[in-house]
């Protein structure tokens, strides 16, 4: 059973940086597309990060330049690097897994930017 945890979130100063890990020891395939998603209170949850089993990446226009997405397949595991947070990054960050026509979601980490 596929069970995502992510870690990694936390409080942080403008311009300081964080690394969010998020791994799934259960499974034994490599997922085809892993990705970062954020929700910030009263907006919609948005795509961060996204990165392919073959390594390919995209990121959001607010984030490109400042953040990283990362996988190593071999453990199932997906990072994002955040660099030069903001306030605007204050979010719960979750963890995208999908492979084929299934999808899996991590419980969520807090990442908090103060100005």
């Known amino acids: 059973q596929v069970q995502l945890v992510e870690s990694g979130g936390g409080l942080v100063q403008a311009g300081g940086s964080l690394r969010l890990s998020c791994v799934d020891s259960?499974?034994?395939?490599?997922?085809?597309?892993m990705a970062w998603y954020r929700q910030a209170p009263g907006k919609q949850r948005e795509r961060v990060a996204v990165?392919?089993?073959?390594?390919?990446?995209n990121y959001a226009d607010s984030v490109k330049g400042r953040f990283t997405i990362s996988r190593e397949n071999a453990k199932n595991t997906v990072y994002l690097q955040m660099n030069s947070l903001k306030p605007e990054d204050t979010a719960v960050y979750y963890c995208?897994?999908?492979?084929?026509?299934?999808?899996?979601w991590g419980q969520g980490t807090q990442v908090t930017v103060s100005s």
């Open positions: 259960e499974t034994t395939f490599s997922f085809n597309v």
């Open positions: 995208y897994a999908g492979h084929y026509s299934h999808t899996y």
């Open positions: 990165i392919v089993n073959d390594g390919r990446t």
